[in-house]
């Protein structure tokens, strides 16, 4: 099934998506800017380098910047054959790498607030761990889950509801749990150090 411009000046589910997702962008780069430009409003703590603080920052609101411009710069590729399979491609890899980070990360701060794990952060010169949790838990992870679930029904706009659709959930799916598992395996220190978002 492919989503198409409704007749009276409608969106199409994709655009309508693809919209979506670069909103969702713009507002996670600019809370990533705010803190690039010197922000301090939020902040959990001191960190070692001011100077690296605001350059991971300003490269975190590109980045962030570049996914957000990607889903409506790239609607054309839609329509052409090797465009749809480059762009089902992409929204798996997405969807399967914010998924995954949101599930991992959540896991891990919720184990530290219990006082379960402790996370290591080397960054961070002082800092109030328990609102590091909390911020990450409450903002940060939630943001990534629904970018995940947005690059997920961006690409289900082109999958027919059957096989093609199931296939493509399935595999997503068993990433995530992989992925996942071995994230936490890694954070816990059941096994090494895998860094996987």
């Known amino acids: 099934m492919t989503a198409r411009v409704q007749t009276g000046g409608g969106m199409s589910t994709r655009v309508r998506i693809s919209v979506a997702l670069a909103v969702w962008g713009l507002l996670y780069s600019a809370y990533r800017a705010y803190y690039a430009l010197g922000g301090t409003a939020g902040m959990f703590g001191t960190p070692v380098s001011q100077t690296q603080w605001l350059a ?3 490269v975190g609101a590109g980045i962030l910047l570049v996914a957000a411009v990607l889903p409506p710069a790239t609607l054309p590729l839609w329509r052409h054959r090797s465009g749809r399979r480059a762009m089902l491609a992409l929204c798996w890899v ?6 995954m980070h949101a599930l991992v990360d959540s896991v891990q701060r919720a184990l530290s607030l219990a006082g379960l794990l402790h996370i290591e952060l080397p960054f961070w010169r002082t800092l109030d761990r328990r609102t590091a949790d909390l911020q990450d838990l409450l903002f940060n992870e939630p943001w990534f889950l629904i970018e995940g679930l947005l690059w997920a029904a961006l690409a289900l706009t082109s999958l027919d509801a059957g096989t093609q659709r199931r ?7 068993i990433a995530v749990a992989v992925l996942t598992a071995i994230g936490l395996l890694s954070a816990t220190g059941v096994i090494g150090t895998f860094i996987v978002g």
């Open 167 to 173: 296939r493509w959930l399935a595999g997503a799916g």
């Open 56 to 58: 991971i920052n300003a």
């Open 94 to 99: 997405a969807a399967v790498g914010c998924v």
